[in-house]
């Protein structure tokens, strides 16, 4: 396969966007940095939401804030930035009855597109500008001068601009500073939710948790358990992050290296493997969506249930205490 090239603000025309209105829908982690990015790069920037929380904080931080319903009526650029699980009957009652064509519909994450969630009508351009990384970070880059690596990708073409309006966006945004990478949606989608579900989240969680019990359930005090399979994880992970995996090795102890040597391979076997195929599997199916959307239908009964669970577990008060002692860089 062909290495992918990184876009840089060379490749994107910012001036795609001049006299367009983007309307950025939601004003959670990914719409309050995105809105004030494309803000801040002199876009004419508007919010859509419901009346709450977030919708007053977007107000009080200077955005015209209208509903879901009329900013899409006044907005060129739809930017979904709602959550994944809802946008599908929010598309269906609120935006698809105010969509007109000549209009472009963005997300930050393919999956109402790619699992049929939301289908966009003829004469309307789909589109992705997907930073990797959290809202804090997209923000918190961009007025640091730099800017997250992000992903942009065209599901429909229907003004034959639909790619230069997605690299502006991303432009706006900052994520040309650093790079971004033409991906189709269904790549990005599966790529993103098997990372989440195998390392990042589901993976490095249970890892983590599962090694802090196998500890104290054999009586080793709970702070150790902490800080040698819990604590540490981040400063390996920064070393891996800037130096990559080998040169990390030669920063470890040859003991440690050693230890990953013959033991990493045995806990994560050729078994844990075939599981991730699996869920490799389930997603580009469909029945981890199928699944997921099913659990919100029913108002996450089961998510809510899991969240109490894990809030409960005893690696929490220890940890809390630990991380007391340290200085938070971040929220
Ligand atoms: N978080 C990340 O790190 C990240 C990274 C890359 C991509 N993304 C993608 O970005 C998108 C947004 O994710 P997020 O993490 O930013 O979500 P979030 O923090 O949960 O924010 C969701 C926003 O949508 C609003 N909302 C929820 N239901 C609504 C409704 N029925 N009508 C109007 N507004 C409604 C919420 O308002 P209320 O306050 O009223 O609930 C909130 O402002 C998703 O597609 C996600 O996959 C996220």
Known sequence: MEPLQFLKEKDADISVLSGKCVAVLGYGNQGRAQAQNLRDSGVHTIVGGRPGRSAELARQEGFEVLSVADAVKQADIIHILLPDERQGEIYRAEIAPNLEAGKTLCVSHGFAFVFGEIVAPGGVD????????????????????????GLIAVKQDASGKARDTALALACANGFTRTGVLEVTME?????????????????????VRCAYEVLTEEGYPPEIAYFECYHEVKLLADLMHYRGIAATNAAISNTAEW?????????????????????????????????????????????????AQCAAHPIEEVGARIRQLFVKPNP
């Open 126 to 149: 789909a589109i992705m500008v997907s930073p990797k990384g959290p809202g804090a970070d997209v923000r918190s880059h961009y007025l640091a001068g730099s800017g997250l690596a």
């Open 187 to 207: 790549q990005e989608t599966h790529g993103d939710l098997f990372g989440e579900q195998n390392v990042l989240c589901g993976g490095l969680v249970d890892l």
């Open 259 to 307: 230890g990953e040597y013959v033991n990493g391979p045995y806990i994560i076997d050729a078994d844990v493997k075939e599981r991730m195929r699996e869920s490799l599997r389930n997603i580009r199916s469909g029945k981890f969506a199928e699944l997921w959307l099913k659990e919100a239908e029913k108002g996450l009964p089961t998510l809510l249930a899991k969240r």
